[in-house]
């Protein structure tokens, strides 16, 4: 079983930071890449940043330039910074890992629970 545990979330006026972890877990995996979702009340999940295993990947259009995507300190950890944040920020900001058992042999992608990030105006 492989667990994601995010952190970081909060309230902030808009124009502040805000920094979330990710966290993966599980006995025998390899992770492939951690990634950042969002999903605002009413509107579908939509990728926010990918963070693969040489690096970061790919950010949304919406968050380039303020985002940043980076490995924890820990293994299978990745935190994502948030600068200059707006109000259309507000989400629930999930982490989703996609990792491979070898030794199964399995694979798939597990969800935290999601963090709430409030950026008031």
């Known amino acids: 079983q492989v667990q994601v545990v995010e952190s970081g979330g909060g309230l902030v006026q808009a124009g502040g930071s805000l920094r979330l972890s990710c966290a993966a877990s599980?006995?025998?995996?390899?992770?492939?890449?951690l990634e950042w979702y969002r999903q605002a009340p009413g509107r579908q999940r939509e990728l926010v940043a990918i963070?693969?295993?040489?690096?970061?990947?790919n950010y949304a259009d919406s968050v380039k330039g303020r985002f940043t995507v980076s490995k924890g300190n820990a293994k299978n950890t990745a935190t994502l910074q948030m600068n200059s944040l707006k109000p259309e920020d507000t989400a629930v900001y999930y982490c989703?890992?996609?990792?491979?058992?070898?030794?199964?042999?399995?694979?798939?992608?597990?969800w935290g629970q999601g963090t709430q990030v409030t950026v008031s105006s």
């Open positions: 989703a890992a996609d990792w491979i058992n070898y030794g199964e042999p399995s694979a798939g992608r597990s």
């Open positions: 599980g006995n025998g995996i390899t992770i492939n890449a």
């Open positions: 963070l693969g295993s040489s690096g970061p990947t």
